[in-house]
């Protein structure tokens, strides 16, 4: 069973910065970051594998990056140059049998919110 707690969520104006974190049991598996507006479908934002390759959604590249602590057991989110249209909910995911953006991934944390004002 792999336990997943984002943290890191908040308010901030447009043209700011949030890092989100997500505490893992372990990066043996495909590691991700997705986000949600109620109404809306699940939406994958980047993911990272084992093998330390990232993949951004056009939506957040050159703005976003995926990275990680091994020593740590903790996976972050860096947002930066933040829109009103990054306003969510961010989720954390694992799974260890696939890596894409696609939501069906195994393991789920609770979520962090983001807000983002204009």
């Known amino acids: 069973q792999v336990q997943l707690m984002e943290s890191g969520g908040g308010s901030v104006e447009a043209g700011g910065s949030l890092t989100l974190t997500c505490t893992t049991s372990?990066?043996?598996?495909?590691m991700a970051w997705f986000r949600q507006v109620p109404g809306q479908e699940r939406e994958g934002i980047a993911t990272?594998?084992?093998?330390?390759?990232?993949t951004l959604d056009n939506s957040v590249a050159g703005r976003f990056t995926i990275s990680k602590d091994n020593a740590k057991k903790t996976l972050y989110l860096q947002m930066n140059s933040l829109k009103p249209e990054d306003t969510a909910m961010y989720y954390c995911a694992a799974d260890t049998a696939r890596c894409w953006l696609r939501p069906d991934f195994k393991y789920w944390g609770q979520g962090t919110q983001v807000n983002v004002s204009s």
């Open positions: 372990g990066f043996e598996y495909c």
């Open positions: 990272l594998n084992p093998a330390g390759t990232t």
